[in-house]
């Protein structure tokens, strides 16, 4: 066995309406905090669904103050903004409430609201120093796995994306409530649900840091994650099924904070950037052209990850890798997500353009299972068209 090594988030809570609970939890694992940010967006923070937690904070005697100008592809304005009101108040402990984008923000708030760092000097991996103020993590979404990721993406220009990559990222408490996430659409809940599996497809296969603990949890989190996907699409109100969703994405981002990902997000940030498509159905859309791309290098790989989703079937490693690409293509069919780039508006006149920005992507090409140049990029794209 290769020597490994393995970070996550110390505390973890998994239970159904904790986050009515938040103000005890927060006194039981910081018991010197008075002041908090809370950082959202404002298009959760009108649901309602913050008021419980808000109340438990303040019934507990902590001062909050919400921060709610996340935006989906968060930009570098957005966190200045919000170390800005975290500075200005004085506060002891940063919460992210909502999707990746809140959480990404909620880490590099509480890493830059003690003034030791600009933005600027955290991007690319370890280029942090220092403390950070302490960090709770409640996720909306069973997608990014950023509540126990220690990855914040932040959008750099009109069309590009930069990541902190850094142990001071991983929180200090994480808290999945099922009940946060309850009447999600069926369009976010698959797009998020198929990144999560994405998450735990490129983790197991990741060249450079693949390790038997990360292989456990993405073998765990893609049978969670396949399992209850549709009945979550199907029906908002099924707790369980959320339960089960918010779990298998948390178990991937575990996997994949150890273990990268690889090019399936390499080639799905383009998208992203330069057509402002979802993150999780840019993923959705190359999944499965990466993944027929990678069958000569991962077969025997994905034949294991088959199994997962259909015990008992037979074949060669090729065969049973195919069944996999298969049940990937029927959940996406299933959720009915737009499965083409032409259904989100990209043309074969942009697959240069997006072939070009994919290959800048070298830290996630770096853990693909197969080497991809521009030519195969632009392949890739043009058999997902």
Not at 227 to 256: H, S
Not at 323 to 333: E, G, N, P, S
Request: charged letters at 15%; proline letters at 5%.
């Amino acid at each position: 066995m290769s020597a490994f090594q393995f970070r996550t988030v110390p505390h973890l809570i998994i239970e159904a309406g904790a986050t009515a609970q938040l103000g005890p939890h927060i006194g039981h694992h910081f018991p010197f905090v008075r002041r908090a940010l809370l950082v959202t967006d404002a298009g959760f923070l009108r649901t309602g669904l913050a008021d419980a937690p808000l109340r438990s904070l303040r019934a507990a005697g902590i001062e909050v103050h919400v921060f709610s100008e996340v935006q989906a592809d968060p930009a570098e304005a957005v966190v200045h903004a919000g170390v800005a009101m975290a500075q200005m108040f004085h506060v002891e402990l940063i919460i992210g409430l909502g999707g990746g984008s809140s959480l990404d923000v909620a880490k590099l708030i509480a890493v830059l609201a003690p003034g030791r760092q600009e933005l600027a000097q955290l991007y690319g991996i370890g280029k942090v120093h220092g403390q950070r103020l302490p960090l709770v993590q409640l996720p909306t979404t069973a997608g990014t796995g950023s509540e126990v990721s220690n990855i914040a993406i932040v959008t750099t220009g009109a069309t590009t994306k930069l990541g902190v990559v850094a142990p001071q990222l991983y929180a200090d408490l994480a808290i999945l409530d099922a009940s946060l996430t309850l009447g999600l659409p069926p369009a976010i809940t698959a797009t998020t649900g198929i990144d999560a599996m994405v998450h735990a497809i490129e983790a197991y296969t990741s060249r450079l840091h693949k390790n038997p603990l990360s292989d456990m949890l993405a073998k765990q989190a893609l049978s969670l994650l396949s399992a209850n996907l549709i009945p979550a699409c199907n029906d908002g109100a099924n707790l369980p099924a959320r339960q089960a969703m918010l779990l298998g994405a948390m178990l991937a981002g575990q996997a994949f904070s150890n273990a990268p990902v690889a090019a399936v997000h390499a080639l799905a940030y383009p998208i992203g950037g330069l057509f402002h498509v979802p993150h999780g159905l840019s993923n959705a859309l190359v999944l499965p052209h990466v993944l027929r791309f990678n069958l000569s290098h991962a077969a025997p790989l994905y034949a294991e990850l088959a199994t997962l989703l259909q015990p008992g079937i037979t074949g060669s490693d090729e065969a049973r890798a195919n069944v996999l690409i298969d049940a990937m293509q029927d959940m996406a069919l299933a959720t009915g997500i737009a499965r083409t780039l032409r259904e989100v508006g990209i043309a074969a006149s942009d697959l240069d353009r997006l072939a070009d920005e994919a290959m800048l992507q070298t830290r996630l090409l770096s853990n693909n299972p197969r080497a991809v140049t521009r030519h195969d990029a632009r392949a890739i794209y043009a058999a997902a068209l």
